[in-house]
Each structure stands twice: as C-alpha cells, then as structure tokens.
C-alpha cells in the first residue's frame, strides 16, 4: 500500500545550522508530495508541497525536491531558527478517489540558541 | 485564511461513556472532511472521509459502529468515540476542504484521555 517513511526525531539543531529530514514514500500511480509543520499547541499547516517528478516546493526558507527516481522529498533549509522547531511531517496524496493523504510519522526538531 | 476549528482541545472520560468532538469550518464549506488519529510517535492514521450529506467511508479495520461521523451540515463534522475504552486514549485530528483542488486545513486536534 501507500505509505511514508521519515527519519526519526528528535533532530537538535544549533541555530543557524543546515538541516535534512529525509523522507522516502511507497505509491502506485503518481503522488503528489508535502511537507506539513506542526508548531506547539497549533495544528498542521502546510509549508510546501510539489505536485510532479523534478518538481521544487519552497516556502520560508524551506526547499524539498520531488525524486521520482528515488522516491523521496528529503526537506532541507540552509539556516535554522530557533522559531523552526516543531514537529515536520511527511505526506503523499493518490491524486484518486478521495484524494486522501498518507502521512509519516512526524519529526520533531529543536532548534537551540 | 481558512480555519478550522476542533473541539474540545482535551477531553478526559470515564470508560463507557461516549465523547464527541466537533470540527468546523469557520470561512468555508468544508465539502469533504477527515478524521484522523495519532499514536504517540506514530503517524496520523486516516479513520475515515465524510462527505456532506453522506455516510462517512471508514478505512479497513476502523469500526464505524465505535466511531461515529455525521457530516450533517458544510461547516460542522462530529466524531462520537462511543462506549470509550482505555485504548481509544489518542490524538484525534480533523482536517476539511472545499472542492478537491483546495488546500486541506487542519483542527488543532482532541486529546482524548478515557480512564
């Protein structure tokens, strides 16, 4: 079946450090990808998303690149914050049906001063 | 923008009683809703997908007897945990859009404690 798999947390970070969450997906047919973020007491927001292989998706700061080849849309940012610290997740979406999506499991990141 | 809004935030019920929670679209209607439920370091598992006016569609192995969902109205979905036991403690969280081609907003979720 359809299903994401992401690195594990906790990532701890200094801030202004790089950061890479990789993220590998399993699908039939072909998915759309995002990154949501979950910040302290809120609900999941969507940060950036690419809809076809090759494809970029960028959002404050953030970049993840659709691999069709290696099934994957690891999320990197060049420079973290200490306001970056959250929990990120990985989802697909079978552009079918109900257009459900699939999510990983989530990786918290903290980002220190 | 678009908000979602999911309650209560938490809920703590004694076993064998029944607990709802809502989830509403405040600046839209929310054509499709979902419902999800996250384990302690796991992923959000859907539990099922409401359509207005329609029976919800569960996900294999969620007993839709256990879990209610009526999508009665465009903004108002409720999930009824009923006869809650111990292990129905989880995060429930909603998510709703407009047409297919729309972004999914997310509640803030419920957590659900049944002792």
């Known amino acids: 079946g359809d299903s994401v798999t992401q690195m594990e947390g906790p990532v701890t970070l200094s801030e202004e450090a790089f950061l890479t969450i990789n993220c590998t997906y399993t699908?039939?047919?072909?998915?759309?990808l995002f990154w949501y973020v979950q910040y302290p007491g809120e609900g999941l927001q969507l940060l950036l998303k690419?809809?076809?292989?090759?494809d970029k998706g960028s959002n404050k700061g953030f970049e993840a690149t659709y691999r069709k080849e290696t099934t994957s849309f690891h999320l990197e940012k060049g420079s973290v914050q200490v306001s970056d610290s959250a929990v990120y997740f990985c989802a697909l979406r079978i552009n079918t049906g109900f257009q459900k999506l699939v999510f990983g499991t989530g990786t918290r990141l903290l980002v220190s001063p | 923008g678009a908000v979602v809004s999911q309650h209560p935030s938490r809920v703590i019920c004694k076993s064998g009683t029944s607990v709802k929670i809502e989830c509403r679209s405040l600046?839209?209607?929310?054509?499709?809703m979902f419902w999800y439920r996250q384990f302690p370091k796991q992923s959000l598992m859907l539990m099922a997908t409401?359509?207005?006016?329609?029976?919800?569609?569960?996900e294999q192995g969620v007993e839709k007897d256990k879990f209610l969902i009526n999508h009665a109205s465009l903004t108002l979905s409720t999930l009824t945990v009923t006869s809650a036991h111990p292990e129905d403690s989880s995060f429930y969280i909603c998510?709703?859009?407009?047409?297919?081609?729309?972004?999914?907003?997310f509640g803030n979720g419920t957590r659900l404690t049944v002792t």
């Open positions: 998510s709703a859009r407009d047409d297919s081609n729309s972004p999914l907003h």
């Open positions: 600046d839209f209607q929310a054509t499709t």
């Open positions: 690419a809809t076809k292989a090759d």
């Open positions: 409401s359509n207005e006016g329609s029976k919800a569609t569960y």
């Open positions: 699908a039939t047919g072909y998915p759309s």
